[in-house]
Antibody
Framework: QVQLVESGGGVVQSGGSLRLSCAAS????????MHWVRQAPGKGLEWVAF????????QYSDSVKGRFTISRDNSKKTVYLQMNSLRDEDTAVYSC?????????????WGQGTLVAVSS | EIVMTQSPTTLSVSPGERATLSCRAS??????LAWYQQKPGQVPRLLIF???TRATGIPARFSGSGSGTEFTLTISSLQSEDFAVYFC?????????FGGGTKVEIK
Protein backbone atom coordinates (compact mmCIF):
# COMPACT_ATOMS: atom_id res chain seq x y z
CA GLN A 1 0.00 0.00 0.00
CA VAL A 2 1.05 3.59 -0.54
CA GLN A 3 3.03 5.05 2.34
CA LEU A 4 4.34 8.59 2.64
CA VAL A 5 6.45 9.49 5.67
CA GLU A 6 7.60 13.05 6.29
CA SER A 7 10.51 14.13 8.44
CA GLY A 8 12.63 17.18 9.12
CA GLY A 9 10.19 19.44 10.90
CA GLY A 10 11.01 21.32 14.07
CA VAL A 11 11.29 24.71 15.70
CA VAL A 12 13.22 27.35 13.78
CA GLN A 13 13.73 31.06 14.22
CA SER A 14 12.21 33.55 11.86
CA GLY A 15 14.53 33.95 8.87
CA GLY A 16 15.94 30.47 9.30
CA SER A 17 15.89 27.41 7.07
CA LEU A 18 14.69 23.82 7.20
CA ARG A 19 14.65 20.93 4.76
CA LEU A 20 11.72 18.54 4.86
CA SER A 21 11.83 15.04 3.42
CA CYS A 22 9.07 12.68 2.34
CA ALA A 23 9.96 9.02 1.88
CA ALA A 24 7.62 7.08 -0.37
CA SER A 25 6.87 3.39 -0.72
CA UNK A 26 4.21 1.10 -2.13
CA UNK A 27 4.09 2.60 -5.63
CA UNK A 28 6.36 3.42 -8.56
CA UNK A 29 7.67 6.70 -7.19
CA UNK A 30 9.45 7.72 -10.40
CA UNK A 31 6.12 7.69 -12.29
CA UNK A 32 4.20 10.17 -10.13
CA UNK A 33 4.30 13.84 -9.38
CA MET A 34 4.43 14.85 -5.74
CA HIS A 35 3.06 17.76 -3.77
CA TRP A 36 3.53 19.50 -0.47
CA VAL A 37 0.42 20.79 1.30
CA ARG A 38 0.37 22.59 4.64
CA GLN A 39 -2.15 23.25 7.36
CA ALA A 40 -1.64 25.92 9.99
CA PRO A 41 -2.97 25.02 13.47
CA GLY A 42 -6.76 25.15 13.43
CA LYS A 43 -6.82 26.41 9.84
CA GLY A 44 -7.58 25.07 6.39
CA LEU A 45 -5.48 23.37 3.74
CA GLU A 46 -2.98 25.30 1.64
CA TRP A 47 -1.21 23.82 -1.35
CA VAL A 48 2.50 24.69 -1.33
CA ALA A 49 4.44 23.08 -4.17
CA PHE A 50 4.50 20.42 -6.89
CA UNK A 51 7.18 18.54 -8.79
CA UNK A 52 6.48 16.40 -11.84
CA UNK A 53 7.57 12.75 -11.87
CA UNK A 54 10.79 13.56 -13.72
CA UNK A 55 11.40 16.97 -12.17
CA UNK A 56 10.64 18.73 -15.47
CA UNK A 57 7.91 20.93 -14.02
CA UNK A 58 7.77 22.63 -10.65
CA GLN A 59 4.99 24.84 -9.35
CA TYR A 60 4.73 26.96 -6.20
CA SER A 61 2.13 28.94 -4.36
CA ASP A 62 2.68 32.68 -4.42
CA SER A 63 3.17 32.67 -0.66
CA VAL A 64 6.35 30.56 -0.89
CA LYS A 65 7.68 31.35 -4.37
CA GLY A 66 11.30 32.44 -4.19
CA ARG A 67 11.76 31.08 -0.66
CA PHE A 68 10.92 27.37 -0.96
CA THR A 69 12.37 24.84 -3.41
CA ILE A 70 10.93 21.42 -4.16
CA SER A 71 13.16 18.63 -5.43
CA ARG A 72 13.19 14.85 -5.67
CA ASP A 73 15.57 11.91 -5.81
CA ASN A 74 13.88 9.05 -7.63
CA SER A 75 16.67 6.65 -6.68
CA LYS A 76 15.85 7.28 -3.01
CA LYS A 77 12.07 7.55 -3.57
CA THR A 78 12.13 10.81 -1.68
CA VAL A 79 10.79 14.31 -2.29
CA TYR A 80 12.20 17.32 -0.48
CA LEU A 81 11.12 20.82 0.45
CA GLN A 82 13.90 23.29 1.14
CA MET A 83 12.44 26.18 3.11
CA ASN A 84 14.44 29.39 3.43
CA SER A 85 13.67 32.81 4.90
CA LEU A 86 11.00 31.29 7.12
CA ARG A 87 8.27 33.52 8.49
CA ASP A 88 5.83 33.18 11.39
CA GLU A 89 3.05 32.49 8.89
CA ASP A 90 4.89 29.40 7.63
CA THR A 91 4.09 27.64 10.91
CA ALA A 92 2.05 24.58 9.94
CA VAL A 93 1.95 20.84 9.55
CA TYR A 94 3.52 20.03 6.18
CA SER A 95 2.29 16.93 4.41
CA CYS A 96 3.40 15.38 1.17
CA UNK A 97 0.78 14.00 -1.17
CA UNK A 98 0.87 11.89 -4.31
CA UNK A 99 -0.83 13.12 -7.45
CA UNK A 100 -3.55 10.88 -8.82
CA UNK A 101 -1.81 10.64 -12.17
CA UNK A 102 0.14 12.90 -14.53
CA UNK A 103 -1.75 16.18 -15.03
CA UNK A 104 -4.49 15.13 -12.62
CA UNK A 105 -3.70 16.82 -9.34
CA UNK A 106 -6.03 15.64 -6.63
CA UNK A 107 -4.89 13.62 -3.66
CA UNK A 108 -5.88 10.12 -2.66
CA UNK A 109 -2.75 9.53 -0.59
CA TRP A 110 -1.29 11.81 2.05
CA GLY A 111 1.45 11.54 4.63
CA GLN A 112 0.77 12.22 8.30
CA GLY A 113 2.80 15.39 8.16
CA THR A 114 5.65 17.04 10.04
CA LEU A 115 5.24 20.16 12.16
CA VAL A 116 7.21 23.29 11.38
CA ALA A 117 7.07 25.99 14.04
CA VAL A 118 8.64 29.35 13.27
CA SER A 119 9.37 31.49 16.28
CA SER A 120 10.11 35.18 16.24
CA GLU B 1 -5.31 32.53 -8.65
CA ILE B 2 -8.66 30.77 -8.52
CA VAL B 3 -10.36 31.51 -5.22
CA MET B 4 -12.56 28.75 -3.82
CA THR B 5 -15.32 29.89 -1.46
CA GLN B 6 -17.20 27.38 0.66
CA SER B 7 -20.49 27.97 2.41
CA PRO B 8 -21.67 27.80 5.03
CA THR B 9 -18.67 27.91 7.34
CA THR B 10 -20.53 25.77 9.86
CA LEU B 11 -23.52 23.53 9.26
CA SER B 12 -25.51 22.13 12.19
CA VAL B 13 -27.37 18.97 11.24
CA SER B 14 -29.15 16.21 13.14
CA PRO B 15 -28.14 12.59 12.50
CA GLY B 16 -30.22 11.14 9.68
CA GLU B 17 -30.80 14.52 8.07
CA ARG B 18 -29.49 15.71 4.72
CA ALA B 19 -26.51 18.07 4.48
CA THR B 20 -25.78 20.27 1.50
CA LEU B 21 -22.39 21.96 1.23
CA SER B 22 -21.48 24.53 -1.43
CA CYS B 23 -18.25 25.45 -3.14
CA ARG B 24 -17.89 28.33 -5.57
CA ALA B 25 -14.90 29.01 -7.83
CA SER B 26 -13.94 32.54 -8.87
CA UNK B 27 -13.24 31.24 -12.41
CA UNK B 28 -14.49 28.23 -14.33
CA UNK B 29 -12.68 25.02 -13.35
CA UNK B 30 -14.61 22.67 -15.64
CA UNK B 31 -15.23 19.53 -13.54
CA UNK B 32 -11.75 19.55 -11.98
CA LEU B 33 -13.07 19.65 -8.46
CA ALA B 34 -12.39 17.35 -5.52
CA TRP B 35 -13.97 17.08 -2.06
CA TYR B 36 -12.19 15.90 1.08
CA GLN B 37 -13.31 15.04 4.59
CA GLN B 38 -11.03 15.73 7.53
CA LYS B 39 -11.50 14.66 11.14
CA PRO B 40 -9.42 16.03 14.02
CA GLY B 41 -5.89 14.66 14.04
CA GLN B 42 -6.35 12.87 10.74
CA VAL B 43 -5.20 13.50 7.19
CA PRO B 44 -7.82 14.52 4.63
CA ARG B 45 -9.76 11.70 3.02
CA LEU B 46 -10.67 11.96 -0.66
CA LEU B 47 -14.44 11.70 -1.14
CA ILE B 48 -15.18 12.96 -4.64
CA PHE B 49 -13.13 13.77 -7.73
CA UNK B 50 -14.17 15.02 -11.16
CA UNK B 51 -16.92 16.92 -9.31
CA UNK B 52 -19.18 13.89 -9.07
CA THR B 53 -17.21 10.61 -8.98
CA ARG B 54 -16.98 8.88 -5.61
CA ALA B 55 -13.54 7.71 -4.61
CA THR B 56 -12.92 4.08 -3.76
CA GLY B 57 -14.75 2.94 -0.66
CA ILE B 58 -16.83 6.09 -0.20
CA PRO B 59 -20.44 5.35 0.77
CA ALA B 60 -23.22 6.14 -1.67
CA ARG B 61 -24.74 8.68 0.74
CA PHE B 62 -22.01 11.07 -0.44
CA SER B 63 -22.67 12.68 -3.81
CA GLY B 64 -21.15 15.56 -5.72
CA SER B 65 -22.58 17.73 -8.45
CA GLY B 66 -21.87 20.86 -10.43
CA SER B 67 -19.56 22.14 -13.11
CA GLY B 68 -17.91 25.40 -14.06
CA THR B 69 -18.04 27.56 -10.96
CA GLU B 70 -20.75 26.10 -8.72
CA PHE B 71 -20.40 22.78 -6.92
CA THR B 72 -22.30 20.91 -4.23
CA LEU B 73 -21.50 18.05 -1.89
CA THR B 74 -24.57 16.32 -0.51
CA ILE B 75 -24.64 13.85 2.34
CA SER B 76 -28.05 12.23 2.05
CA SER B 77 -28.45 10.94 5.61
CA LEU B 78 -25.82 12.00 8.10
CA GLN B 79 -24.19 9.27 10.16
CA SER B 80 -22.26 9.91 13.36
CA GLU B 81 -18.95 9.34 11.55
CA ASP B 82 -19.74 12.10 9.02
CA PHE B 83 -19.36 14.97 11.47
CA ALA B 84 -16.13 16.53 10.28
CA VAL B 85 -14.70 19.38 8.20
CA TYR B 86 -15.11 19.24 4.42
CA PHE B 87 -12.85 20.96 1.90
CA CYS B 88 -13.18 21.47 -1.83
CA UNK B 89 -10.14 21.77 -4.10
CA UNK B 90 -9.79 22.83 -7.74
CA UNK B 91 -7.15 21.18 -9.87
CA UNK B 92 -7.94 22.86 -13.18
CA UNK B 93 -5.10 25.37 -13.00
CA UNK B 94 -2.02 26.37 -11.05
CA UNK B 95 -1.82 27.24 -8.26
CA UNK B 96 -4.01 24.53 -6.85
CA UNK B 97 -6.42 26.02 -4.35
CA PHE B 98 -8.64 24.79 -1.54
CA GLY B 99 -11.78 26.25 -0.10
CA GLY B 100 -11.76 27.40 3.50
CA GLY B 101 -13.80 24.43 4.67
CA THR B 102 -17.26 23.69 6.05
CA LYS B 103 -17.57 22.18 9.51
CA VAL B 104 -20.50 19.81 9.81
CA GLU B 105 -21.49 19.59 13.46
CA ILE B 106 -24.13 17.78 15.43
CA LYS B 107 -27.29 19.81 15.97
Amino acid sequence: QVQLVESGGGVVQSGGSLRLSCAASGFTFSAYGMHWVRQAPGKGLEWVAFIRYDGSNKQYSDSVKGRFTISRDNSKKTVYLQMNSLRDEDTAVYSCAKEYTDHVEYFQHWGQGTLVAVSS
Amino acid sequence: EIVMTQSPTTLSVSPGERATLSCRASQRVSNSLAWYQQKPGQVPRLLIFGASTRATGIPARFSGSGSGTEFTLTISSLQSEDFAVYFCQQYNDWPLTFGGGTKVEIK
